[in-house]
């Protein structure tokens, strides 16, 4: 795991820019920043910001949460062209192609090929942003050497800016992640705890006894007409793939259906007295 993230921070995630056109709200350029910084990049760039002390936004400081580092070390610059320079390949986030534009693809197949473009060519490439209220011009578009489209329903194909600089980040980290060889797994962080080992065969079966006798007492197992409620524990149990503490815990409430605790009071103090005498 440290492998690969070793391969996607300094090398190839450096060189992915998130550019922002003339965004409206503070909010969302710290949005942005959370969103990136969680899928491993760190370059952001913001073009003609209408609010340009937006580092310090407390809009924006408030929605980037852990990335406030990404929002202060964003780059902002006057034009597209002077965000894209180093820049070899960008595409332009948007929901259609334009007559004049270059060919748009769906982000999948984009990043499939931004991850492709980073492994044997040279130089950055970026992912280009409209503005909140009318996304990306013409003009800026045609800056760009391809479209980009996220799949959204027609009924409601419109999403935050921030939700497509996340969803096109997603994108990337999970494509990376599927050529290291990490598709399927999560990282250790998030699998905190150790797990028991299944619990043996012999703990099985000594727990559906157990189960068939609790039954019994409570009578929901009839032993002259058993019917299907055994096979059918045993294919529950099968699915439920049981640790030993599991199995515990259900042999002591087999012993509780079995002998209520109302019952067992004092059993123990009269076994002992039995015992003495």
């Not at 045993?234 to 409430?253: K, S």
């Given at each position: 795991m440290r492998e690969y993230q070793e391969m996607q921070t300094p090398n190839k995630a450096s060189r992915v820019r998130f550019v922002l056109c003339d965004p409206s709200l503070p909010a969302n350029i710290g949005a942005a920043a959370r969103a990136i910084k969680t899928m491993g990049f760190r370059d952001l760039?913001?073009?003609?910001?209408?609010?340009?002390?937006?580092?310090?936004?407390?809009?924006?400081?408030?929605?980037?949460?852990?990335?406030?580092?990404?929002?202060?070390?964003?780059?902002?610059?006057?034009?597209?062209?002077?965000?894209?320079n180093g820049v070899t390949f960008a595409w332009a986030l948007s929901g259609y192609d334009r007559e004049y534009g270059p060919p748009i693809e769906e982000l999948r197949s984009a990043a499939s090929r931004a991850c492709d473009f980073l492994a044997s060519e040279p130089g950055d490439i970026a992912f280009v942003f409209g503005t909140e209220r009318s996304g990306l011009t013409n003009?800026?578009?045609?800056?760009?050497?391809?479209?980009?489209?996220?799949?959204?329903?027609?009924?409601s194909p419109s999403l935050n800016l921030a939700q497509s600089v996340q969803v096109t980040a997603y994108e990337l980290h999970m494509t990376e992640r599927s050529r290291a060889g990490e598709e399927g797994k999560l990282y250790d962080w998030e699998t905190r705890f150790d797990r028991d080992p299944p619990a043996e065969v012999p703990a099985i079966e000594g727990f559906l006894e157990h189960w068939a006798r609790a039954m019994t007492a409570c009578g929901a197992l009839n032993s002259a007409e058993p019917k299907f409620l055994m096979p059918m524990t045993?294919?529950?149990?099968?699915?439920?793939?049981?640790?030993?503490?599991?199995?515990?815990?259900?042999?002591?409430?087999c012993a509780a259906i079995i002998c209520p605790k109302t019952e067992r009071k004092g059993q123990k103090k009269a076994g002992k007295k039995s015992e003495l005498k």
């Open positions: 760039w913001v073009v003609n910001p209408k609010h340009p002390d937006y580092r310090e936004h407390p809009d924006a400081i408030a929605l980037s949460t852990s990335s406030v580092d990404v929002l202060r070390e964003s780059h902002s610059v006057a034009t597209l062209t002077e965000a894209l003009a800026e578009i045609e800056v760009c050497q391809g479209i980009a489209a996220i799949p959204a329903d027609p009924e045993r294919r529950i149990i099968a699915r439920a793939g049981l640790t030993q503490p599991e199995v515990d815990m259900l042999r002591g409430v």
